[in-house]
T-cell receptor, first 115, second 112 residues
């Protein structure tokens, strides 16, 4: 089992550029989550998909952020235009609804630096 | 979702037992208590979940009193590799609800 796969692992870009983060959830999982982690704000849930449908996007900070899940095996988080305050580690996690322990499996994260 | 309160940081030494207590006074009847562990430069990892009394697995034990307003994560005989941030989360488990809210966590430092 490869676990949750995220790419790229590191991204450095300049303010105003578009950034796209990618996630491949664990096969068979029907829930997918995008989180952002910073020293100041900790780990924040940005958006949550269930069966490819966005269920809760109340954590998406601004219209500059958008997320899609075109199929069960792929999701993207896009920031356009990016700003220095978007610098953070972005985690993707997946889980299976209704199973024991409600466990979420996290990917290794993408460290984004916006200059 | 019930708010949780846990210590910001704790220190321990190798071989000691570590107990991290989490307060959740407003826990609802259908809420479960879940703990995650996060090592530096990694995503959080599920440790244990429980509803009441005691739960034990190969990593930790979780003690939950009858009123469920608090819970204690117990790590037996910690090693340096247990240095991590530990998060206490409270939320409903069933019915397809799958949203978890992470608080500040407890930063555990294990010393030689």
């Amino acid at each position: 089992d490869a676990g949750v796969i995220q790419s790229p692992r590191h991204e450095v870009t300049e303010m105003g550029q578009e950034v796209t983060l990618r996630c491949k959830p664990i096969s068979g999982h029907n829930s997918l989550f995008w989180y952002r982690q910073t020293m100041m704000r900790g780990l924040e849930l940005l958006i949550y998909f269930n069966n490819n449908v966005p269920i809760d996007d109340s954590g998406m900070p601004e219209d500059r952020f958008s997320a899609k899940m075109p199929n069960a095996s792929f999701s993207t988080l896009k920031i356009q235009p990016s700003e220095p305050r978007d610098s953070a580690v972005y985690f993707c996690a997946s889980s299976t609804t209704g199973t024991a322990y409600n466990e979420q499996f996290f990917g290794p994260g993408t460290r984004l630096t916006v200059l | 979702l019930a708010k949780t309160t846990q210590p910001i940081s704790m220190d321990s030494y190798e071989g000691q037992e570590v107990n991290i207590t989490c307060s959740h006074n407003n826990i609802a009847t259908n809420d479960y208590i879940t703990w995650y562990q996060q090592f530096p430069s990694q995503g959080p990892r599920f440790i244990i979940q429980g509803y009441k009394t005691k739960v034990t697995n190969e990593v930790a034990s979780l003690f939950i009193p009858a009123d469920r307003k608090s819970s204690t994560l117990s790590l037996p005989r910690v090693s340096l590799s247990d240095t991590a941030v530990y998060y206490c989360l409270v939320g409903p488990f069933s019915g397809g609800y799958n949203k978890l809210i992470f608080g500040a966590g407890t930063r555990l430092a294990v010393h030689p």
